[in-house]
């Protein structure tokens, strides 16, 4: 009876043992265990785990990727503009036990390296590159950060600049700036769109000089389109040939010499024989 008893107890206190040694580690996260405070090497996979009461102790690591927001940051760009710019990083964790023994809190630490990073990047760059080359310096700021951040066991996946403070001054300026290039570029297209119409316009009275039936085929191409219009009155011009036929028709009677004679028989005051002045 007595031995039943104490079977019994052992296999109890067995049970509350292996019960208080087992442990439950979510997918999202890996264990890392110390054993009378010495780190265990490698880190346990998710699932039940078991350790030995008293002696272990797990700490539990996330290593979903986490997203941390830099805090604005005020620096003077390369060419001594003032601006205010905040990021984001995003960053995961690849080897728990460095990440728990190596540094203190890595979250933090990363936090701070960005900051670091973000206002050395700020000096080093124009304010063009902050404002259009974007991907140039979330590479260069990734490195920056991923370098110390390697040996912490934390791998840095990207980092965006999400947006950049101007001063007001200066935003006045560039939209000033922006609105007389708009107009330079509007005036340079309206003097070229001129030129060609005038040059067109030149080429095509050239022709019309070389060939009259030109300008009579335009004329009636334009008197076509006016009589399009119902609400229009039509007046027709008269022919220009026809004016030049007459004025040459004119030219050539006043000179020729029939002409002439039928004048000088008309006029008394000149006698035959003689000229008059």
Same mark, same amino acid.
């Given at each position: 009876? @007595?031995?039943?008893?104490? $079977?019994?107890? +052992?296999?109890? #206190?067995?049970?509350?043992? *292996? !019960? &208080? ?80 023994? @190596?540094?203190?809190?890595? $979250?933090?630490? +990363?936090?701070? #390296?960005?900051?670091?990073? *973000? !206002? &050395? ?157």
């Amino acid at each position: 009876m @007595e031995s039943a008893v104490v $079977a019994v107890v +052992v296999v109890v #206190v067995f049970l509350l043992l *292996l !019960r &208080s040694g087992m442990r439950v580690i979510n997918e999202v996260k890996r264990g890392v265990v110390f054993r009378f405070g010495k780190a265990l090497p490698g880190h346990r996979q998710p699932g039940i785990t078991f350790l030995i009461p008293v002696a272990d102790r797990m700490r539990k690591v996330n290593v979903q990727v986490a997203t941390l927001p830099i805090p604005t940051q005020e620096g003077i760009t390369r060419d001594n503009v003032s601006v205010k710019v905040d990021a984001v990083v995003y960053y995961r964790v690849t080897d728990p036990a460095r990440a728990t023994i @190596e540094v203190q809190d890595y $979250a933090f630490a +990363v936090g701070q #390296v960005a900051q670091s990073s *973000l !206002r &050395s990047i700020i000096g080093k760059s124009d304010l063009d590159d902050l404002l259009s080359d974007r991907e140039r310096l979330h590479e260069g700021l990734a490195l920056m950060i991923d370098s110390p951040a390697a040996g912490w066991g934390v791998h840095i996946d990207r980092v965006e600049i999400k947006d950049v403070q101007l001063p007001e001054s200066l935003k006045r300026s560039m939209s000033r700036q922006a609105e007389a290039e708009r107009e330079r570029r509007a005036r340079v297209i309206t003097a070229d769109g001129e030129f060609q119409a005038a040059q067109q316009l030149a080429n095509a009275s050239r022709i019309m000089s070389d060939t009259p039936e030109a300008m009579q085929l335009r004329l009636l191409q334009t008197v076509v389109e006016v009589a399009a219009e119902k609400n229009s009155t039509l007046v027709m011009p008269f022919p220009v040939e026809l004016l030049r036929y007459f004025d040459r028709a004119a030219r050539s009677f006043d000179t020729s010499p029939s002409a002439t004679v039928q004048e000088t028989a008309a006029d008394p005051a000149v006698e035959p024989g003689t000229s008059q002045a």
